[in-house]
């Protein structure tokens, strides 16, 4: 049974860096893809990054691109999302996703295990 378990959330200010983890467990992690979404308060869980099973391919929302980076350590099954220059519009419960097939999408349909979520509230 796949796990994900995320962490690293908190309250920051704008502009302010925070990273986020997830740790994963019960199958091979180094062969799958894995994503971050989010979700705000009264709006649909979105996409924020991707990264492929080798971490050699990344992909990121337009919203974040520039500001998060993702990356991943197959050797310690986990998955990172350093965030920096935080706004308000990035609060949300932040979870990390990996799908069941060896499949890259960004698409949160397409993912099938789900961490239990992180809250990142960022101040003004």
């Known amino acids: 049974q796949v796990q994900l378990v995320e962490s690293g959330g908190g309250l920051v200010q704008a502009g302010d860096s925070l990273r986020l983890s997830c740790a994963a467990s019960g199958r091979t992690f180094s062969g799958y893809a894995m994503g971050w979404f989010r979700q705000a308060p009264g709006k649909e869980r979105e996409f924020v990054a991707a990264i492929s099973w080798s971490g050699g391919m990344t992909y990121y929302a337009d919203s974040v691109k520039g500001r998060f980076t993702i990356s991943r350590d197959n050797a310690k099954n986990m998955v990172y999302l350093q965030m920096t220059s935080l706004k308000p519009e990035d609060t949300a419960i932040y979870y990390c996703?990996?799908?069941?097939?060896?499949?890259?999408?960004?698409?949160?349909?397409?993912?099938?295990?789900w961490g239990q979520g992180t809250q990142v509230t960022v101040s003004s």
């Open positions: 996703a990996t799908p069941k097939r060896q499949v890259w999408s960004y698409i949160p349909s397409e993912y099938d295990y």
